[in-house]
């Protein structure tokens, strides 16, 4: 553990790098998955703070290291407890239950027995590293126990927690065993972030039914001795913008883009999606939806492409194993009913890439489609505008992504109307040059203005507000 102390101190359960020991015995780190890292990586990179969490791989007793200019303490978890903590209670219980049941939860006490333990050290990791008066801003849900652990620890500190995924309305939420010792968990923070006003608000309700405490607004009064009021309010995330269009316009990278073209047959037009494979993101609905189109001959194939990346990720939890066999499955359905030998129906990849192929993808693709069927924001469908400083391309985008709410010149979608997708599919592959410019226009400017840095400004501003009160 780290004996230096730090001013500011970010606590989540992945390190934003993976412990990678590569084959001549050494050690290599690589880039961890999903949203959260490629939102708070910017963040760490210009603050003088430490990052605490999890190394990736289990049994791993790593020492304190810098990487990237970035502090990180990695905290150890065995295997037992990557079963029980990690794929167990957050993403076979907590994951599912908080994404509108897609898939059935499961209830285990000895999972959430882990998940106590597992946040203990965190928070002790957490107590050990932040300087007297410190700020710490813990993520995400797998570890919501640590803000209550932390302020009895350290009453000095000012805690936040930001939750990047949905919190689920009260007729969900109740069915979790421990649900009022989550929420006391999360009442220790003195900000609670959410990604949308819905999700807070689900929160507030959930503190009222289960701890009887009074809420105006964006504020809850916790009584004790002294009473405290904890800020739950929308703090709608987002990347490093500028970025991602500087990435945009390099060169190479527009170069690389006319090659992803070509080595597809330059076909009329690109679709894509880009998506952890995961049971939310409403990769079947997608699937089915192309599919039909293609069966009916509203899009030919010799026109129409659909590139899907689906990132490993939770493989060893079987909803999904389950879900790669069945997405696999319908692919391989797909292509084989419609591809010729020179084209193609679906370029199905099943790997993470880095961010610059990823941006000559995105400029690359016509469509984008995002159809989650529940996703707490969905960084993707930034990604992709921020990238767009052409003013081309389409943002096909789910009402059930937290991405929704601010990206209202996409063309909204309910996944589970399939004709109603199949529509906007249509819609998006015919759109007009103008119609084009007109709404990605308008969704730069939303991208552009409200980045990842306003979000943690206004969020830790919010923080230090909440010292004075
Ligand atoms: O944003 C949601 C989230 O679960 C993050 O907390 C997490 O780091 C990311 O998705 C990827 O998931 P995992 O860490 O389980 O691979």
Do not use: C
């Not at 590569?22 to 703070?49: C, E, F, I, N």
């Not at 203990?120 to 570890?143: E, H, N």
């Not at 309700?205 to 929308?234: F, M, N, S, W």
């Not at 009329?268 to 494979?277: A, C, S, Y």
């Amino acid at each position: 553990m780290t004996s230096e102390s730090y001013d500011f101190v970010v606590v989540s359960n992945r390190l934003p790098v993976d412990y990678e020991p590569d084959a001549s015995g050494g050690a290599a780190w690589k880039p961890s998955p999903g949203g959260l890292v490629t939102a708070l990586q910017p963040v760490m990179r210009a603050a003088d703070g430490v990052w605490i969490g999890w190394a990736g791989k289990a049994g791993l007793d790593l020492e304190p290291l810098v990487a990237d200019g970035m502090h990180l303490v990695p905290v150890p978890l065995s295997a037992d407890e990557v079963e029980l903590y990690y794929e167990g209670f957050s993403n076979d219980t907590l994951w599912p239950l908080y994404h509108d049941v897609i898939a059935q939860p499961r209830y285990h006490r000895v999972w959430w027995d882990s998940y106590v333990q597992v946040n203990r050290r965190f928070a002790d990791a957490a107590a050990a590293a932040a300087a007297p008066d410190a700020t710490v801003w813990v993520q995400d849900y797998q570890l919501q126990l640590v803000p209550g652990m932390l302020r009895e620890r350290r009453p000095d500190l000012t805690i936040g927690f930001f939750n990047h995924i949905p919190f689920p309305p009260y007729g969900i939420y109740s069915q979790l065993p421990w649900r009022t010792q989550i929420v006391e968990g999360l009442l220790g923070a003195d900000v609670i972030g959410f990604q949308r006003t819905a999700d807070a608000g689900n929160f507030q309700r959930a503190v009222r039914r289960l701890l009887g405490y009074q809420t105006r607004q964006t504020e809850i009064h916790v009584p004790g001795d002294p009473p405290r009021t904890v800020i739950a309010k929308a703090y709608p995330i987002s990347i490093d913008s500028a970025s991602y269009e500087e990435l945009a316009r390099r060169d190479d990278i527009q170069a690389r883009a006319r090659e992803i073209r070509a080595d597809l047959g330059n076909p009329k037009t690109i679709m894509l999606g880009v998506d952890r494979l995961d049971y939310t993101k409403g990769i079947g609905h997608r699937l089915k939806a192309f599919g039909e189109l293609l069966e009916e001959g509203r899009v030919a194939v010799e026109d129409v492409v659909l590139v899907q990346v689906a990132s490993p990720s939770r493989e060893r939890v079987e909803t999904y194993r389950q879900l790669r066999d069945e997405i696999e499955l319908t692919v391989g359905r797909i292509n084989g009913d419609h591809s010729t030998i020179g084209h193609q129906a679906i370029n199905y990849l099943h790997h993470g890439y880095p961010r610059d192929e990823m941006v000559a993808l995105y400029l690359a693709a016509d469509v984008m489609l995002v159809t989650a069927l529940r996703d707490g924001m969905n960084l993707v469908a930034k990604e992709y505008v921020a990238s767009r400083h052409d003013d081309d391309g389409v943002l096909v985008l789910s009402e059930f992504a937290g991405a929704a709410d601010e990206l209202r010149n996409a063309l909204l979608i309910n996944p589970h109307d399939i004709d109603g997708l199949k529509s906007s599919i249509v819609q998006a592959v015919r759109m007009s040059t103008t119609e084009r410019r007109r709404r990605m226009r308008a969704l730069r400017r939303r991208v552009l203005e409200r980045d990842v840095a306003l979000w943690s400004s206004t969020f830790l501003g919010e923080l230090e507000a909440s010292r004075r009160r």
